[in-house]
């Protein structure tokens, strides 16, 4: 796995869940099943739409990745949601499904700048300052351009 790991997922679901859940052999660490990898990184890459223009997402994702506590619940719930709701035999959960929308709500909540990522790199502008939203007004009452 790319940016979470065993324990992460652990924390949020027992092991023997997630592993029925992905169908895999046990014999298998779960940081190798090819499924888990998967769905990570579809997670990465939809946290990464939320936070990337904020947040360089290239340092906090590189192979030497900056965790955070935030980022990595965040990733952690997603995945363990999308990995019970995979298996269609069964309806997911409700505290997977609720897990999953609080993810999504934090990660608007820091898209927003309500809430910051402790510890993680700020986009920048070639002069070092930070980049700051754009805020404008579309307006115009003088019908010229």
Not at 86 to 101: G, T
Not at 108 to 132: H, R, T, W, Y
């Amino acid at each position: 796995m790319r940016y979470i790991n065993k324990d992460d997922i652990v924390a949020i679901i027992h092991e023997r869940l997630i592993n029925e859940s992905v169908a895999m052999d046990t014999a298998i660490p779960l940081a190798d099943n090819d499924i888990i990898i998967d769905i990570e990184s579809k997670a990465i890459d939809l946290v990464i739409s939320y936070i990337s223009r904020r947040y360089n997402h290239v340092e906090i994702f590189s192979d030497t990745p900056i965790r955070n506590g935030v980022l990595v619940q965040l990733i952690s719930s997603i995945v363990v949601y999308r990995a019970v709701k995979r298996n269609a035999a069964r309806k997911v959960p409700d505290d997977y499904v609720e897990l999953y929308k609080e993810a999504i709500k934090t990660l608007e909540k820091i898209q927003a700048g309500a809430m910051d990522l402790i510890g993680c790199p700020l986009l920048i502008n070639f002069d070092g300052s930070p980049v700051s939203p754009l805020w404008g007004n579309s307006t115009n009452d003088n019908n010229f351009v």
